[in-house]
């Protein structure tokens, strides 16, 4: 079955860090982009960061730049986010996402999501 | 980064009624527009992807048109299912950023 799965959410105090993981299954993972977007409890979605197949290319928003840490290892078909220096607004249920690129435009989307896991910053 | 708005930010509609959404971007970003579809405590579903085009397995009832700044989603005919939050996205440019959301409710 082609999925992504994530883990590693949970409750952690400001300042603190947690690593997210995302692992793949169903599809050739190395092939693809891959992508973080979260959704604070009520909001909408936010992109958070984004790595190429072989890791070359990667993008953060600027409001996780220099404290989040996006990286994968295409062998065990996994994506990961270092999160580092958490705030109370860095609370919100992470999404990983297969992001599909057009092979002669530059059409891109995110078609495949998991489910999400819920990271809360809280003292 | 590119901002984009959307509106109605909430409707209500019933079954078998035509809904239609709008998705406006703060620049041009030609056709790189995406539509999703998110129900309470689910992941987004991939609906419409370059402003047209529909993804494999959804309904043919979306629809989704437009270019440049101005977008729609269409639902021609609305079924139960179809209840929940829709977002737009542009991919032109890196953030990729998402509409505010539209919800659709039953009226």
């Known amino acids: 079955e082609v999925q992504l799965v994530e883990s590693g959410g949970g409750l952690v105090k400001p300042g603190g860090s947690l690593r997210l993981s995302c692992a793949a299954s169903g599809f050739t993972f190395s092939s693809y982009s891959m992508n973080w977007v979260r959704q604070a409890p009520g909001k909408g979605l936010e992109w958070v960061s984004s790595i190429s197949s072989s890791s070359s290319y990667i993008y953060y928003a600027d409001s996780v730049k220099g404290r989040f840490t996006i990286s994968r290892d295409n062998a065990k078909n996994s994506l990961y986010l270092q999160m580092n220096s958490l705030r109370a607004e860095d609370t919100a249920v992470y999404y990983c996402?297969?992001?599909?690129?057009?092979?002669?435009?530059?059409?891109?989307?995110?078609?495949?999501w998991g489910r999400g896991t819920l990271v809360t910053v809280s003292s | 980064d590119i901002q984009m708005t959307q509106s109605p930010s909430s409707l209500s509609a019933s079954v078998g009624d035509r809904v239609t959404i709008t998705c406006r971007a703060s620049q041009s970003i030609s056709s790189y527009l995406n539509w999703y579809q998110q129900k309470p405590g689910k992941a987004p579903k991939l609906l419409i992807y370059?402003?047209?085009s529909l993804q494999s397995g959804v309904p043919s009832r979306f629809s989704g048109s437009g270019s440049g700044t101005d977008f729609t989603l269409t639902i021609s005919s609305l079924q139960p299912e179809d209840f929940a939050t829709y977002y737009c996205?542009?991919?032109?440019?890196?953030?990729?950023?998402f509409g505010p959301g539209t919800k659709v409710d039953i009226k």
């Open positions: 370059a402003a047209s």
């Open positions: 996205q542009q991919s032109y440019s890196t953030p990729v950023t």
């Open positions: 996402a297969r992001e599909v690129r057009g092979s002669v435009t530059a059409i891109r989307y995110f078609d495949l």
